[in-house]
């Protein structure tokens, strides 16, 4: 037995404001009941209203709506809804009715704070085409950011809420898996629960089947202990759109990008391992007897050459590598944390032990070995890194008090706090083109600079794109960097995540200077690790 619930008051609204010129926006919600849920109607802008058809016998949903987008800062969709409270998972099965269409249509498992057409929300949004990915506005009127999972056309979505965290996890068929995508949006009691359609098309009405659809609460986690997955990201810094390349179980670290940006080189476990970019299986990078590897790595600015620490009782030691894998070779006189190469690949800079315990400081040695010379004495430094045209190195300093970014001349003089804040900020990385610096920026209150902590990656502007000169060729670029003052003017929150060490402990940018790679820590707990 099936029953037809359409907005029926949407529809003749829509037809008297269409006679005077005027558009709908969220006008229609029917509260009788559709199935597990408690009422439906369109929200936004919809020129042709929507409808929801529910098969009792089946218990399927079929949704149908126009609307432009559920994205931006406002949304238009047809959305089947009921209100709860608490913490809850969403479960269901996606399927488009009708070939064609536009490939970013979407039907989405939605949890929202309230009916207005910019509310805050969090959902799973499974497009035409494939792509899925975990969509969320973190405040009303905010814009929309999403994360994408490395895996399309999922057959099962589950979207998860616990706390202020929301998550995504699919499956093909078989058990549910994590996908990395994970949202902090502080939805207060009570919220909206449901699922819903927008055709990307105002002029078109595009139709979705939601079937074995769950909304249930979830049980409290526990005392148990959380399992941790760790995934690795890119973001595109101009769009801030963020995608998985892969997710596991356990710790990941440090990803940074082979020169001809198609493989990503991370850390795990003790071993140098790589991944196709943007997403496949991960394979072992050959480094012969060194399989004791932190965090710390960097590949030569020729790209043939993987420098890495290696750590065995205690004293960590710096190898150099083919990138591609061979016998390493240990560099005399560097026994630290290795961060970066200077632009001839001639020199390479780490941290190191300082004159007391738990203090670090910053050397340079040359990459085929020899002397390593202090550039730092504080004892309180740590991740160098050169800029691409050798003017400077920067680095984080904690001799202030809060962790700030520094920067000097490659032989340590002129020594100059860059970042002055309340938050302490670290891990700073320079994009190959030499205009933008990222860095890791924790709040005031952490001490020192730990794993799993809320945090922000920054990104400030070193110097500006270079403009056209005449007849269309590129201006030259300025002939002094901004001053201090000015760098610290431009600085912009990029996107947020749980991470810290681990997240961006190598140089990060794409070579083409447009997206980063980073790792996020989800810690999880284990009643929230669905089956099927």
Not at 315 to 322: C, D, F, G, L, R
């Amino acid at each position: 037995m099936k029953t037809k619930h359409i907005a029926w008051l949407a529809y003749m609204t829509c037809g008297l404001l269409a006679v005077c010129g005027v558009t709908a926006v969220g006008l229609a919600q029917s509260a009788a009941p559709v199935g597990i849920f408690e009422g439906h109607g369109d929200i936004g802008t919809i020129l042709h209203p929507g409808s929801v058809d529910y098969d009792a016998a089946a218990k399927t949903y079929a949704i149908s709506d126009s609307g432009d987008n559920i994205w931006a800062v406002e949304d238009d969709f047809h959305y089947v809804w009921k209100r709860v409270s608490g913490d809850f998972s969403l479960t269901a099965d996606v399927t488009f009715i009708g070939a064609g269409g536009n490939e970013h249509r979407k039907g989405v498992l939605m949890m929202r704070q309230s009916l207005d057409q910019d509310s805050a929300y969090a959902d799973i949004a499974v497009h035409g085409v494939g792509l899925t990915s975990i969509q969320a506005r973190a405040a009303k009127g905010a814009a929309t950011h999403e994360v994408q999972a490395n895996q399309t056309s999922p057959k099962r979505a589950r979207l998860v809420k616990r706390g202020q965290y929301f998550y995504m996890w699919l499956s093909d068929g078989g058990d549910f898996q994590f996908t990395g995508g994970a949202m902090k949006i502080p939805l207060a009691d009570p919220f909206y629960v449901g699922i819903g359609v927008s055709a990307h098309n105002k002029d078109v009405v595009e139709k979705v089947m939601f079937s074995n659809v769950d909304v249930s609460p979830l049980p409290p986690a526990g005392n148990r202990k959380p399992d941790l997955y760790s995934a690795i990201e890119t973001i595109t810094v101009a769009s801030t759109d963020r995608h998985v390349t892969m997710v596991a179980p356990g710790r990941l670290e440090a990803p940074t990008w082979t020169k001809d940006g198609k493989t990503l080189i991370f850390a795990s476990d003790g071993r140098i391992q790589r991944v196709a970019e943007p997403g496949g299986k991960p394979e072992m990078v050959d480094t012969g007897a060194a399989v004791h590897a932190g965090s710390a790595h960097a590949i030569s600015p020729d790209g043939s050459q993987l420098a890495f620490s290696d750590a065995v009782k205690g004293k960590s030691s710096i190898y150099v590598a083919p990138v591609a894998g061979g016998a390493p070779r240990q560099v005399p006189q560097a026994n630290g944390a290795v961060h970066g190469w200077s632009p001839d690949g001639q020199t390479l800079v780490f941290t190191a032990a300082g004159k007391q315990k738990g203090q670090t400081d910053i050397y340079a040695v040359p990459a085929a070995g020899g002397k390593a010379t202090p550039l730092t004495t504080t004892g309180m430094e740590d991740s160098p890194e050169y800029t691409p045209d050798g003017k400077y190195i920067y680095f984080q300093s904690g001799r202030g008090g809060l962790v700030q970014i520094w920067r000097m001349k490659p032989d340590g003089s002129g020594q100059e706090q860059v970042t002055a804040d309340d938050f302490n900020n670290a891990y700073p990385h320079i994009s190959p083109n030499g205009r933008q610096l990222v860095f890791v920026s924790y709040g005031k209150d952490v001490k020192g600079i730990p794993e799993n902590q809320e945090i922000t990656l920054k990104v400030m502007t070193l110097a500006a794109a270079p403009g056209r000169g005449a007849r269309g060729a590129a201006a030259p670029a300025p002939a002094a960097p901004p001053d201090i003052a000015q760098l610290r003017k431009s600085v912009t929150v990029l996107t947020s995540m749980i991470g810290g060490q681990g997240t961006m402990d190598a140089p990060c940018w794409s070579p083409n200077s447009l997206r980063l790679a980073f790792v996020t820590y989800h810690l999880l707990p284990r009643a929230t690790a669905p089956k099927k």
